[in-house]
């Protein structure tokens, strides 16, 4: 089950309101400062109140807005990482609606690498599926490199060794028959 961490972490109200009826007339530079020194270390649950000042206003909306899509980036990373990493299903995908720049630039390339895995690996059950049935006709067909081109070379190997075996019981098992049929 997908968990929806912009609702766990911080409700969008939360952040693009402030906590009380009442409406400060400025930010002050700690007010921002803490806030950016939060985000720095790492809580997504820092939020700028709005202000009656236009320019304040529009810091708020856009350090809030920043903080809405690193948490949807963050949660979708997680899940992602849980989905493949502790429970083993294959072919996830981030979804950031709204990502710009280096964060749309980070999606694409982790939905990549989740793709390439996915691909790789399923390349790798499917021969091994097809080796477990004594199917020797093809090899891995993927396009590997690093660890998984290790492990491909060596599961071809393995599959050429299974195949020469599977060759050899048969030319024995064929001649036990001629030979039982000429005894």
Partial sequence: MRVNYRERRTK???LMS???DRVPLRL???QILGAIRRLHAGDLTVWLPLSEDPTDNETARLFNAHIRQMNQFA?????LSREMGTRGRLGGQMEVPGAEGTWRELVVDVNMMS???????RAMFFHIARVADADFSQDVSANMSGELLEAEQVLTALSDQL?????ELIRLAEAQVRRA???
């Fill in 12 to 14: 969008e109200s939360i």
């Fill in 18 to 20: 402030p906590p009380s």
């Fill in 28 to 30: 002050s530079q700690e």
């Fill in 75 to 79: 949660g979708e990373l997680t899940y």
């Fill in 115 to 121: 793709a390439n895995l996915t691909t790789n690996l």
């Fill in 163 to 167: 195949a020469a075996l599977h060759r």
């Fill in 181 to 183: 049929d000429l005894g």
